[in-house]
C-alpha cells in the first residue's frame, strides 16, 4: 500500500500559518488552504472536482459550499484528518505515467487547461534541458 505523508504545521511563534497548495489532479483542480487551526478550506472552481473527492473518499459529512462572491466558488471545509484522507486518496489513485496523456483520457477534465499551465511553468523554470525564460 502506498501513503501520502504531509505535515501541516503552525510557525515558529505559535501564531497559525496559512499552507496553502494546488493540485491538479486526474479528479480536478484544487486549491487546499488553512484557514484557522484545524480548519482547511478545499477550493475548487467546478462542483463536479469537489463532488468527485466528497464520493471518492469518501466524505459523508463535508457540506459541499457554493457562492458566487469568491474567487473559488465551490468548497467543503474539513478538519486536518479530512485533508490528510484526501491527499492518502489521491496518493493512492494515481495510476499514470504521463498526466497531460491521463488529462486527456479523463472526460471531466480534459477541457481543463492543464497543457497550458505545463507551458507556462516549462517556460518559467526550464524543462528537457532548457534554461527558464526570462519573464
Known sequence: ???VTVTLWANPSGTTAEVLMWLMTK???YSIVQKRPDEYHVRGRERKD???LVVGVPLPRAEIRES???DYAVRIIVRKPEVLAILNFLGENLDYSNFKDK???TSDQA???YHEVWHVLADALGSYGRKPKNF
Do not use: A, L, S
Open 1 to 3: 500500500m502506498r501513503c
Open 68 to 70: 458566487p462572491d469568491t
Open 111 to 113: 477541457r481543463k487547461p
Open 50 to 52: 469537489i463532488e468527485n
Open 27 to 29: 479528479y480536478g483542480f
Open 103 to 105: 488529462i486527456d483520457r
